[in-house]
């Protein structure tokens, strides 16, 4: 984070990310003497409302972030910016998204927890768009224009107004990430009555073990086991009314739909009080560790790995049977978990995997027969995504075997 002061003392010359919240109302125009270098900028958390007409000085400009500010609609002045591809306005009160705010070379736009409405045909002339986060809006349908973003990959529409399911995304050849639960045409929550109930007060609460778009996950142990339930156990406390994903409830309701696997985190209870809204769910042993780490900045929708990891053929082998087994379970129950990655993998020295996080996942058992297959394909295409990142693992020595060949032809073209 950096300070106004330090913009205006001259201190930040030819750095090329700036980090500035200080409840600001006008863009600093200390900004523009960092034209030679600035490529990253993030004005999050102020109290602006517009941008200045004379943005695209900015020359090098390829990242913004403006989320929790007061924008009303998206500024037209971003389609001006020759080299702005990552678009990131998430909780402003942005209703419109106009043709001439959208840069043509956008890789990555984030509108999550807005009130638009609409978007334009526009976004149908995006190439190279990958990532489209409009959760928590107000759309009632997608352009038909949309059937052009050849490279989207990933696509968050959760907690819409989404009147009925958008057709359009089933014939993108590489989207692979969808979420569409809390929208008209879904199908109500199951409430779970059989499911077990509990009150915080019967837990006492330790340190935080990790947290991701929908809530924090802490360490906990029971002041009071009327279920003899295992102790200790992890609670997942759920964020706010929307997140980046969708609706806390839905991701509960897909998560006990989805019912027991090995491979599955068991949830064991919920907790449902004004203040409070979070699952119970079993301790995940000490032995087992993230398989990988969220995507970049510049990966955008893939994930990332620490440097040096590795595994056998084998091990992969061991590894993708589980998903796949995971991915025909999903299936059965017509659950599309629309964020299968690596990053939320949990594996121990056995291999075993742990998979978790329902936060994008969305029922479709209503849906017409063609939605269905489409959605199962959208899946299995996250699994050859998958499948793609596990061989990048591959230790170099098997990469000529049989077996490496035999999983590699099941990845994307």
Same mark, same amino acid.
């Given at each position: 984070?950096?300070?106004?002061?330090?913009l205006?003392?001259g201190?930040?010359k030819g750095?090329?990310?700036?980090?500035? /919240?200080?409840?600001?109302?006008?863009f600093?125009?200390d900004?523009f003497?960092?034209a030679?270098?600035l490529?990253i900028? #993030?004005l *999050?958390?102020?109290?602006? /409302?517009?941008?200045?007409?004379?943005?695209p000085r900015l %020359?090098?400009?390829?990242?913004?972030f403006?989320?929790?500010n007061r924008?009303?609609k998206?500024?037209?002045?971003?389609?001006q910016c020759?080299n702005? !591809?990552?678009?990131? $306005?998430k *909780?402003?009160?942005i209703s419109?998204v106009?043709e001439a705010s959208l840069? !043509?070379? %956008?890789?990555w736009l984030?509108?999550?927890?807005?009130?638009?409405?609409s978007?334009?045909?526009? =976004?149908?002339?995006?190439k190279?768009l990958?990532?489209?986060?409009?959760?928590g809006?107000r @759309?009632?349908?997608?352009?038909a224009?949309?059937s052009?973003c050849q490279?989207? !990959?990933?696509i968050? @529409?959760?907690?819409n107004? @989404?009147?009925t399911f958008?057709?359009v995304?089933?014939?993108l050849p590489r989207?692979?990430?969808?979420? $569409? *639960?809390?929208n008209?045409?879904?199908?109500e929550r199951? %409430?779970?009555?059989?499911f077990?109930?509990?009150?915080s007060? #019967?837990?006492?609460w330790?340190?935080?073990l990790g947290?991701?778009a929908?809530?924090?996950?802490s360490?906990?142990?029971?002041r009071?086991n009327?279920?003899a339930?295992p102790?200790?156990?992890?609670v997942k406390v759920?964020?706010?009314?929307?997140t980046s994903?969708?609706?806390p409830e #839905?991701e509960?309701d897909?998560?006990?739909?989805?019912?027991? +696997?090995p491979?599955?985190?068991?949830?064991?209870?919920k907790?449902? !009080?004004?203040?409070?809204?979070?699952?119970v769910?079993e301790?995940?042993?000490d032995?087992y560790?993230?398989?990988?780490?969220?995507?970049?900045?510049? *990966?955008?929708?893939r994930?990332t790995f620490t440097?040096g990891q590795?595994?056998?053929?084998?091990?992969i082998e061991v590894?993708?049977q589980?998903?796949?087994s @995971?991915?025909e +379970?999903?299936s059965?129950?017509c659950i599309? +978990?629309?964020?299968?990655?690596a990053h939320?993998?949990? =594996?121990?020295k056995e291999?075993h =995997?742990l998979?978790?996080?329902f936060?994008?996942?969305s029922?479709?058992?209503?849906?017409?027969?063609?939605q269905k297959q489409g959605?199962?394909? =959208?899946?299995r295409?996250?699994?050859? $995504?998958?499948? #793609?990142?596990?061989l990048g693992?591959c230790?170099?020595e098997?990469r000529?075997?049989?077996?490496?060949?035999t999983?590699?032809?099941r990845r994307?073209n």
């Amino acid at each position: 984070m950096h300070t106004l002061a330090q913009l205006c003392s001259g201190e930040l010359k030819g750095i090329t990310r700036l980090q500035l /919240s200080e409840n600001l109302t006008e863009f600093p125009s200390d900004i523009f003497d960092l034209a030679d270098s600035l490529e990253i900028l #993030d004005l *999050s958390n102020n109290a602006l /409302s517009e941008l200045p007409d004379d943005l695209p000085r900015l %020359t090098k400009l390829r990242i913004l972030f403006c989320s929790n500010n007061r924008f009303t609609k998206l500024p037209e002045v971003l389609g001006q910016c020759q080299n702005l !591809e990552m678009i990131g $306005f998430k *909780s402003n009160q942005i209703s419109t998204v106009s043709e001439a705010s959208l840069p !043509e070379i %956008t890789r990555w736009l984030i509108l999550t927890d807005n009130q638009v409405t609409s978007l334009p045909e526009k =976004i149908g002339q995006l190439k190279r768009l990958q990532k489209l986060a409009l959760a928590g809006n107000r @759309l009632t349908s997608l352009p038909a224009a949309m059937s052009n973003c050849q490279n989207l !990959e990933l696509i968050r @529409l959760s907690a819409n107004q @989404l009147k009925t399911f958008p057709d359009v995304l089933l014939g993108l050849p590489r989207l692979a990430w969808l979420a $569409f *639960s809390g929208n008209p045409f879904c199908t109500e929550r199951d %409430t779970h009555p059989e499911f077990r109930r509990v009150q915080s007060k #019967d837990l006492a609460w330790h340190q935080v073990l990790g947290q991701g778009a929908s809530g924090v996950i802490s360490k906990a142990s029971w002041r009071h086991n009327q279920y003899a339930f295992p102790d200790p156990i992890a609670v997942k406390v759920f964020k706010g009314e929307v997140t980046s994903d969708g609706y806390p409830e #839905d991701e509960l309701d897909a998560c006990l739909t989805t019912g027991s +696997h090995p491979n599955l985190v068991k949830p064991l209870a919920k907790i449902t !009080e004004q203040d409070c809204s979070a699952l119970v769910m079993e301790l995940i042993p000490d032995n087992y560790t993230n398989l990988g780490q969220p995507p970049s900045l510049v *990966s955008c929708t893939r994930d990332t790995f620490t440097q040096g990891q590795s595994f056998s053929i084998n091990q992969i082998e061991v590894i993708i049977q589980q998903m796949d087994s @995971l991915v025909e +379970h999903f299936s059965e129950r017509c659950i599309s +978990h629309g964020d299968l990655y690596a990053h939320n993998v949990l =594996i121990n020295k056995e291999d075993h =995997i742990l998979f978790g996080d329902f936060g994008a996942a969305s029922k479709y058992g209503h849906l017409t027969d063609k939605q269905k297959q489409g959605i199962k394909m =959208i899946e299995r295409r996250a699994l050859a $995504f998958f499948i #793609d990142d596990m061989l990048g693992l591959c230790m170099e020595e098997d990469r000529a075997g049989g077996l490496y060949q035999t999983l590699s032809t099941r990845r994307l073209n």
